[in-house]
């Protein structure tokens, strides 16, 4: 059984500047969501996307935006970065979209903004 | 909105001894799931242990149970025969009928031996 991968493991970027993370999900998974987690916080939900539709989002503004490919994986675009966006990017991958489905997750991406 | 609360930014044990991290959470629905989910230095994120808020049983996974109170809308986690490699940012979470689930800020648990 494959496991929730993303890439890169680290960036930088300067301010202003667009970066695009990916995301591999857990095999059998059809969900896929996004989370950042800012030093020292919770993960804070970004959205979520369920069989390439995005059913869920959270307090982000467009700059960020999503897709989900047909065999599930992800990205995750931020355009306009700003420095409040550098942050660990967390995705997790879960088996339809039930209440108690349990998100399974990636190492993160660290993204740093200068 | 629904709101989690982990009052305890750290906590230390001894090894072999037993811990409790604290977590409330605020919420009118009465469908909903609660998790516990580790964070170690490595970064990924595991579940721990989780609950069904129409259950009243408390959740065991070995040596992590959970204390869940739905009317004071508590849900702690007990670790017990606490190892070095439990050391971890916990946190809890919440799942409700939005299916957006809401985390707390996390509790650093350090284990010393």
């Known amino acids: 059984e494959t496991g929730v991968t993303q890439s890169p493991t680290h960036l930088i970027k300067t301010r202003g500047q667009q970066v695009t993370l990916r995301c591999s999900s857990q095999s059998g998974h059809n969900t896929v969501s996004w989370y950042q987690q800012a030093l020292g916080q919770g993960p804070q939900f970004i959205f979520q996307?369920?069989?390439?539709?995005?059913?869920g989002r959270g307090n982000f503004p467009p700059r960020f935006s999503g897709l989900q490919f047909p065999n599930y994986s992800s990205e995750l675009n931020v355009n306009a970065l700003e420095l409040d966006d550098s942050a660990l990017y967390l995705c997790?991958?879960?088996?339809?979209?039930?209440?108690?489905?349990?998100?399974?997750f990636g190492n993160g991406t660290r993204l740093t903004v200068t | 909105a629904q709101t989690v609360t982990q009052s305890q930014p750290e906590m230390s044990v001894q090894e072999a001894e037993t811990v409790t991290l604290s977590c409330t959470y605020d919420t009118s629905e009465s469908d909903y799931y609660l998790f516990w989910y580790k964070q170690p230095p490595s970064r990924q994120m595991i579940l721990v242990i989780r609950?069904?808020?129409?259950?009243?049983q408390n959740a065991t996974e070995n040596r992590f149970s959970v204390n869940f109170q739905k009317a004071a809308k508590s849900f702690s986690l007990k670790i017990s025969d606490s190892q070095l490699g439990d050391a971890a940012m916990y946190f809890c979470a919440y799942t409700g009928g939005s299916y957006i689930p809401t985390f707390g800020r996390g509790t650093s648990l350090i284990v010393h031996p």
């Open positions: 609950q069904e808020a129409y259950k009243q």
């Open positions: 996307y369920y069989r390439e539709e995005e059913n």
């Open positions: 997790a991958s879960s088996m339809g979209q039930g209440l108690g489905s349990p998100l399974h």
